[in-house]
């Protein structure tokens, strides 16, 4: 039987109301398995597997998308490596990307050089002059790795030394495409060669680095970075042909920055499909993540928090965006206070803020209320502006995540299909991955073992 108050005494109402509401809509597709809405589907996929981007979902995902609705048009807000533009804009399809995090942004533009535009041979010998002159005793005294705090002692001396050698090199390099994808390959290798390991929400240390001495991680052998960068080279230029077959049908765009800004540009009705996988509300920090990539991309110290705080709110740390966004559209703008209305009018979202709140002292982490109402104000603009910029008749295909703190299930799911049912959309369907996710241990033993849907959406624009 349906439990009528949540695990804190708390109301489940709303919640229950929305369950009602979209109760025919919500249906296992057995056709989806986690594998293809992870990035585990990419792992020998040309090109997307340079880079472990873990959030990234798979490229068959976006193929058996667009192959079924055959859109002229494609955009993804949070394109990641770019793994949705690449694949439609290979069958000829206009395709966007936007994505805040260069990382991310970065791999998308290599694929997209190496598979229309780049020279095979300039690659390779370029790739070999690199190898070589890691080789040679030569000293790169003009350039030191511009660490932050968080990437402080991450390499052996060795590897930093090399490193620098590899930028020197790189910095000389005419050919911009070739440029491009050297600067790519460094970037790639720099967990393999590091003392450190994405792990989840952390970036975790191995003990060997001397920085944190309770550490026992113990990464195994870790690559001199000659010899990561060298497998990473001859990787990439074997990929190249079967790039230009897969992903040398058209060039995507994509453009570095916050959808929160960008979509607001897009002109109404320029796309007639959405398929994206926003951050979930899952307190995941991309920036501690890819802290070391971004560093070799020069983010300072002060750029790692701007960044973070213009993502998309899934962090504790995130702040408010409401006095932000009202700078970004203006005081009056009839989009922005229709999205703070659809946030304001959600019942289930301020339910599970509500109890939330009152038990605020119990919680991890106070601030995960702020990023519950950050995330959710945040999303309502994301959805108010696809109902805008996706034609009548088009589609938005979202993968997300369902989260839960403090015992309090928060259905995203249900509360973005609000949204789009308010923006112009109709939910069409809300697939269910066959296994959700479970709780944390410590939420287990406290509130017992229930799933998180882990979903695939799909919302039609309507002609009205
Ligand atoms: C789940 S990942 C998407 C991965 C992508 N589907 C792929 O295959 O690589 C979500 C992405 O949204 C990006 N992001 C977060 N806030 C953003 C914002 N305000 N504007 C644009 N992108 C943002 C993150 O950097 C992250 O790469």
Redesign the pocket.
Same mark, same amino acid.
């Given at each position: 039987m349906e439990a009528t108050i949540s695990p804190n005494g708390g109301s489940v109402r709303e919640r229950r109301g929305l369950e009602e509401r979209f109760r025919d809509r919500v249906s296992p597709n057995s056709a989806l398995s986690r594998k293809t809405v992870s *990035?585990q589907g990419?792992r020998a996929a040309p090109g997307?597997r340079w880079m472990k *981007?873990k +959030? $990234? /979902?798979?490229r068959s995902l #976006?193929d058996e998308f667009v192959s079924e609705f055959r859109p002229a048009a494609v955009l993804?807000? /949070?394109?990641? =490596?770019?793994? @949705?533009p690449l694949v439609a804009a290979g069958k000829g399809i206009e395709a966007t990307g =936007? +994505? =805040?995090?260069p #990382? $991310?942004a970065l #791999? $998308?533009r290599g694929i997209a050089e190496a598979a229309n535009g780049l020279r095979r041979d300039t690659l390779e010998g370029a790739a070999s002059e690199l190898l070589a002159d890691l080789e040679s005793d030569a000293d790169a005294h003009e350039y030191a790795f511009p660490h932050v705090r968080i990437t402080e002692a991450a390499f052996p001396d060795e590897t930093e030394s090399a490193i620098a050698k590899a930028r020197m090199f790189i910095d000389a390099v005419d050919d911009h495409a070739t440029r491009a994808l050297l600067d790519l390959a460094c970037m790639t290798v720099l967990e393999d060669v590091s003392f450190t390991r994405k792990d989840g929400q952390y970036l975790r240390w191995d003990y060997r680095s001397g920085r944190n001495l309770r550490s026992r991680v113990h990464k195994g052998r870790i690559a001199p970075f000659a010899e990561a960068l060298g497998g990473r080279l001859y990787q990439m230029l074997h990929d190249v042909d079967e790039l230009k077959r897969e992903y040398g049908g058209g060039r995507p765009e994509f453009i570095i $920055?916050?959808?929160?800004?960008?979509l607001r540009e897009t002109p109404e009705a320029s796309f007639d499909m959405a398929l994206?996988?926003?951050? *979930?509300a899952n307190r995941y920090d *991309?920036t501690r993540t890819y802290a070391l990539e971004l560093a070799w991309l020069g983010y300072g110290q002060g750029d790692f928090s701007k960044l973070r705080q213009?993502?998309?709110s @899934?962090t504790v740390e995130n702040k408010p965006k409401t006095d932000w966004l009202r700078d970004v559209y203006g005081e009056d703008d009839a989009l922005l206070s229709k999205a703070f209305r659809m946030y304001e009018d959600q019942g289930a979202v301020h339910e599970v803020l509500g109890i939330l709140r009152q038990r605020v002292n119990e919680l991890g982490n106070r601030h995960v209320v702020r990023l519950i109402e950050g995330y959710f104000l945040?999303m309502a603009v994301v959805v108010a502006e696809l109902g805008r910029i996706i034609r009548p008749g088009g589609v938005v295909i979202m #993968?997300n995540d369902n989260v839960r703190y403090h015992g309090e299930e928060t259905p995203t799911d249900l509360i973005l299909a609000d949204f789009a049912e308010r923006s112009g959309f109709v939910c069409e369907n809300i697939w269910t991955l066959p296994r959700g996710k479970g709780n944390s241990s410590q939420q287990m033993r406290r509130f017992g073992r229930r799933e998180i849907r882990k979903c695939v959406y799909k919302w039609t624009r309507t002609n009205g």
């Open positions: *990035y990419n997307l *981007y +959030e $990234g /979902f798979s #976006v993804d807000p /949070f394109s990641g =490596i770019g793994t @949705a =936007i +994505e =805040i995090m #990382v $991310g #791999v $998308g $920055g916050s959808s929160l800004e960008l994206t996988s926003p951050p *979930y *991309y213009s993502m998309l @899934a945040e #993968v």
